[in-house]
């Protein structure tokens, strides 16, 4: 009797399952984002930057309104690269505006992260313009502070709807107002040779030079305009090395701190995505190795050269080839004379500026080498060139230029820089006569480093 019993359980279980479940494909319920309800009206982050006018720069607070916005985030503070900030764009692909949080918690990816859907209430915040972007905070003494900790909840909800982000396609070219705080990409873009090559490649934001952030210029392979790369020296992948191919970036396009030029900041650095070869030119090399010869062809330091009418004297071309009168200027550092070019306050956008050697003879020595010492000050870019022609004939525009793969220095961002970098170029290979030429290639007010050149030597048998 027990075992009837037993098998007749067994059974009706497996009627009851079998009686339910009439295949094993599962119709999962529709997972819709909920409405968020909230007593007021919806509108565009367009709109809330339009409160504020640029022209007194004076503090907007919004008082009495009962206006939210929406948008998703694209910062991500997991990095280390935002500190207290969210970065909001209106829409997941092809956004119009985005906008800068400014909230007093230094884990935001945990509630707030990367593509979270949020609302925004706007009564009791106040917007200013900091740093070359718009913020959204608190006021305080005329000035716009993060949201305390305490009141986040009142102002943010977070929604359970996370969108893909579409990274918005740009060129450099495009830069404008209009893009800053979107998250954009650009494509075809590689650092600088200077700042990857394989005996001295940089990191992030770990060099001595980086103050706050490490800014390391990217180069278009296709027109070879340039961007900054930002990256607080306060983020955990600072120590990284640069990638040494090309591809993409994929960031937030902002402004730098002191609002001088357009930068883009990573959220991670996987989002340089660069695995691609090189577009470098093709750069002066003499294939063979030379030992430093013993004689001192031609030594030039600079003493004495007061003017460029001295410098002149001594068969330097010093031109300005982009209309303006900023040249290679004599200058004394520290009891030093040295030769420097700056953008800095000069009013010029477009600069190019030319230092041409004298002629170089190199018919009857041998085991020739040449080295010049260079220093960079305020950097906010590698600005400067250096090639190699032997048909110049005074008239750099109809000369050909050959690039040489010379060591230009980065320097610290806010101050001078006391270190000069000596490049060694070797001219055994070449006979007959050759000249070199430094370019300096600014723009004021946001290309302005600041180089100094000094002990031009060339030395052979």
Same mark, same amino acid.
């Given at each position: 009797?027990?075992?009837?019993?037993?098998?007749?359980?067994?059974?009706?279980?497996?009627?009851?399952?079998?009686?339910?479940?009439?295949? $094993?494909?599962?119709?999962?319920?529709?997972?819709?984002?909920?409405?968020?309800?909230?007593?007021?009206?919806?509108?565009?982050?367009?709109?809330?930057?339009?409160?504020?006018?640029?022209?007194?720069?004076?503090?907007?607070?919004?008082?009495?309104? $009962?206006?939210?916005?929406?948008?998703?985030?694209?910062?991500?503070?997991?990095?280390?690269?935002?500190?207290?900030?969210?970065?909001?764009?209106?829409?997941?692909?092809?956004?119009?505006?985005?906008?800068?949080?400014?909230?007093?918690?230094? @884990?935001?990816?945990?509630?707030?992260?990367?593509?979270?859907?949020?609302?925004?209430?706007?009564?009791?915040?106040?917007?200013?313009?900091?740093?070359?972007?718009?913020?959204?905070?608190?006021?305080? /003494?005329?000035?716009?502070?993060?949201?305390?900790?305490?009141?986040?909840?009142? /102002?943010?909800?977070?929604?359970?709807?996370?969108?893909?982000?579409?990274?918005?396609?740009?060129?450099?070219?495009?830069?404008?107002?209009?893009?800053?705080?979107?998250?954009?990409?650009?494509?075809?873009?590689?650092?600088?040779?200077?700042?990857?090559?394989?005996?001295?490649?940089?990191?992030?934001?770990?060099?001595?030079?980086?103050?706050?952030?490490?800014?390391?210029?990217?180069?278009?392979?296709?027109?070879?305009? =340039?961007?900054?790369?930002?990256?607080?020296?306060?983020?955990?992948?600072?120590?990284?090395?640069?990638?040494?191919?090309?591809?993409?970036?994929?960031?937030?396009?902002?402004?730098?701190?002191?609002?001088?030029?357009?930068?883009?900041?990573?959220?991670?650095?996987?989002?340089?995505?660069?695995?691609?070869?090189?577009?470098?030119?093709?750069?002066?090399?003499?294939? =063979?190795?030379?030992?430093?010869?013993?004689?001192?062809?031609?030594?030039?330091?600079?003493?004495?050269?007061?003017?460029?009418?001295?410098?002149?004297?001594?068969?330097?071309?010093?031109?300005?080839? @982009?209309?303006?009168?900023?040249?290679?200027?004599?200058?004394?550092?520290?009891?030093?004379?040295?030769?420097?070019?700056?953008?800095?306050?000069?009013?010029?956008?477009?600069?190019?500026?030319?230092?041409?050697?004298?002629?170089?003879?190199?018919?009857?020595?041998?085991?020739?080498?040449?080295?010049?010492?260079?220093?960079?000050?305020?950097?906010?870019?590698?600005?400067?060139?250096?090639?190699? @022609?032997?048909?110049?004939?005074?008239?750099?525009?109809?000369?050909?230029?050959?690039?040489?793969?010379?060591?230009?220095?980065?320097?610290?961002?806010?101050?001078?820089? =006391?270190?000069?970098?000596?490049?060694?170029?070797?001219?055994?290979?070449?006979?007959?006569?050759?000249?070199?030429?430094?370019?300096?290639?600014?723009?004021?007010?946001?290309?302005?480093?600041?180089?100094?050149?000094?002990?031009?030597?060339?030395?052979?048998?």
């Amino acid at each position: 009797m027990k075992d009837k019993i037993f098998i007749a359980g067994i059974l009706m279980i497996v009627f009851v399952f079998t009686g339910c479940v009439q295949t $094993d494909d599962f119709d999962l319920p529709e997972m819709r984002p909920v409405e968020i309800d909230f007593d007021g009206e919806l509108t565009s982050i367009e709109a809330v930057k339009g409160n504020f006018n640029i022209q007194t720069g004076q503090v907007f607070t919004f008082i009495n309104t $009962d206006a939210w916005f929406t948008g998703y985030v694209i910062s991500s503070d997991a990095g280390g690269n935002f500190y207290k900030e969210l970065i909001i764009q209106d829409k997941a692909s092809n956004p119009v505006a985005g906008i800068q949080l400014l909230l007093d918690d230094n @884990s935001l990816f945990e509630t707030f992260n990367f593509g979270r859907k949020i609302y925004v209430k706007l009564d009791g915040l106040s917007l200013g313009y900091n740093n070359g972007v718009l913020q959204l905070g608190m006021k305080q /003494h005329g000035d716009v502070i993060a949201l305390p900790n305490s009141l986040i909840d009142d /102002h943010v909800i977070r929604t359970e709807e996370v969108a893909e982000i579409t990274p918005l396609s740009i060129k450099i070219s495009d830069l404008n107002p209009n893009l800053k705080n979107l998250y954009v990409k650009i494509e075809d873009l590689q650092f600088d040779r200077n700042l990857v090559k394989q005996d001295r490649t940089f990191s992030f934001a770990s060099n001595p030079a980086d103050q706050y952030d490490g800014l390391r210029q990217l180069e278009s392979c296709e027109t070879g305009e =340039t961007i900054l790369l930002s990256t607080s020296t306060f983020s955990n992948f600072r120590s990284l090395l640069l990638p040494q191919g090309s591809g993409s970036v994929e960031g937030i396009l902002t402004r730098d701190f002191f609002d001088e030029r357009y930068v883009v900041m990573l959220n991670t650095p996987d989002k340089l995505d660069m695995n691609g070869p090189r577009c470098d030119p093709e750069f002066f090399e003499c294939d =063979t190795d030379v030992i430093e010869g013993s004689q001192i062809l031609y030594d030039e330091n600079f003493e004495g050269v007061t003017s460029n009418s001295t410098l002149n004297s001594r068969d330097w071309t010093n031109e300005n080839l @982009s209309g303006g009168e900023t040249k290679f200027k004599p200058t004394l550092v520290n009891g030093n004379r040295v030769l420097r070019i700056s953008a800095y306050n000069t009013l010029e956008s477009p600069l190019e500026a030319w230092l041409v050697t004298p002629e170089i003879k190199l018919s009857e020595t041998e085991n020739e080498r040449l080295s010049f010492d260079i220093r960079s000050s305020y950097d906010n870019g590698l600005l400067l060139k250096v090639f190699i @022609s032997q048909d110049f004939s005074g008239d750099i525009r109809t000369a050909t230029w050959i690039p040489v793969d010379a060591e230009i220095p980065l320097g610290p961002s806010n101050r001078n820089s =006391t270190i000069f970098t000596t490049s060694r170029i070797n001219l055994s290979c070449l006979e007959g006569k050759v000249w070199v030429g430094f370019q300096y290639l600014g723009s004021a007010p946001d290309k302005t480093t600041t180089y100094d050149l000094d002990n031009f030597r060339l030395t052979g048998d």
